[in-house]
């Protein structure tokens, strides 16, 4: 369901791809968007280690906020399944490996996504983004002033519970980055390169932080009344 990072993107500026990757991102969408009338979309990131339960305190988000969801994880496994895709060999090396997919094609997935589905002023969630600060320097870089960021919610659980959820959740969903091998290797990567983006946002005081370990619905009580305090938002009623 997605395009070609091609077909997303403009001509105006190289960006540093992997070799044999080079594409063009534009600031096409940026500058008609920001002359066209309304409030600028705001965006509240999520973000935890794996198997921390971003996707079902997300899910448990948009069923009771006006929130539009976005998956960076879920885009970019999209794009890499995607026939014909450009991208796809990349995108699964990268996740494989445990690493941190190019910025360049996960921003570029978020922007065409949050155009396809909201309007000016809406409300997005988005999980798993920014996972380092090449992930921070390139949403600043494309989204800039079009988007105004009001902070991260963070999901905090111990390593051990994660791994044991992932580990359940690979006997039910069949993912194939669901695996011990790789779930180790994704546990150092958020160590090493998310840890730090985390830091930043609490030294701008723009870091909320509940604990998630213990059942799904506690923690989302706990993650609403935070949601509701950070945006001012009510939610929805029966």
């Given at each position: 369901p997605y395009r070609r990072l091609s077909q997303l993107t403009g001509s105006s500026a190289v960006t540093n791809f992997p070799p044999g990757y080079q594409n063009q991102i534009s600031n096409r969408w940026i500058s008609a968007a920001a002359e066209a009338p309304g409030a600028r979309p705001r965006v509240l990131f999520v973000l935890g280690g794996p198997g921390s339960g971003k996707g079902t305190q997300c899910k448990k988000i948009v069923e009771n906020f006006p929130f539009i969801h976005l998956s960076a994880g879920e885009l970019l496994r999209a794009e890499r399944d995607r026939e014909g895709s450009q991208f796809g060999a990349l995108i699964n090396q990268y996740i494989t490996e445990g690493k941190i997919?190019?910025?360049?094609?996960?921003?570029?997935l978020l922007k065409a996504e949050m155009e396809r589905t909201g309007r000016?002023?809406?409300?997005?969630?988005?999980?798993?983004f920014p996972r380092s600060h090449e992930n921070l320097r390139g949403w600043t870089?494309?989204?800039?002033?079009?988007?105004?960021?009001?902070?991260?919610?963070?999901?905090e659980c111990r390593e051990e519970e994660m791994e044991k959820r992932i580990l359940k959740r690979a006997e039910t969903e069949g993912r194939n980055d669901d695996n011990l091998s790789t779930i180790k290797k994704r546990f150092h990567t958020y160590e090493a390169d998310t840890m730090p983006v985390i830091n930043h946002y609490r030294e701008e005081q723009k870091l909320f932080s509940i604990q998630a370990e213990g059942d799904a619905e506690a923690v989302y009580r706990n993650v609403a009344d935070l949601v509701g305090r950070i945006t001012d938002l009510e939610q929805r009623t029966a």
């Amino acid at each position: 369901p997605y395009r070609r990072l091609s077909q997303l993107t403009g001509s105006s500026a190289v960006t540093n791809f992997p070799p044999g990757y080079q594409n063009q991102i534009s600031n096409r969408w940026i500058s008609a968007a920001a002359e066209a009338p309304g409030a600028r979309p705001r965006v509240l990131f999520v973000l935890g280690g794996p198997g921390s339960g971003k996707g079902t305190q997300c899910k448990k988000i948009v069923e009771n906020f006006p929130f539009i969801h976005l998956s960076a994880g879920e885009l970019l496994r999209a794009e890499r399944d995607r026939e014909g895709s450009q991208f796809g060999a990349l995108i699964n090396q990268y996740i494989t490996e445990g690493k941190i997919v190019p910025v360049e094609i996960t921003v570029a997935l978020l922007k065409a996504e949050m155009e396809r589905t909201g309007r000016s002023g809406d409300w997005f969630l988005i999980d798993g983004f920014p996972r380092s600060h090449e992930n921070l320097r390139g949403w600043t870089s494309v989204i800039g002033d079009w988007a105004d960021v009001v902070g991260v919610l963070l999901l905090e659980c111990r390593e051990e519970e994660m791994e044991k959820r992932i580990l359940k959740r690979a006997e039910t969903e069949g993912r194939n980055d669901d695996n011990l091998s790789t779930i180790k290797k994704r546990f150092h990567t958020y160590e090493a390169d998310t840890m730090p983006v985390i830091n930043h946002y609490r030294e701008e005081q723009k870091l909320f932080s509940i604990q998630a370990e213990g059942d799904a619905e506690a923690v989302y009580r706990n993650v609403a009344d935070l949601v509701g305090r950070i945006t001012d938002l009510e939610q929805r009623t029966a």
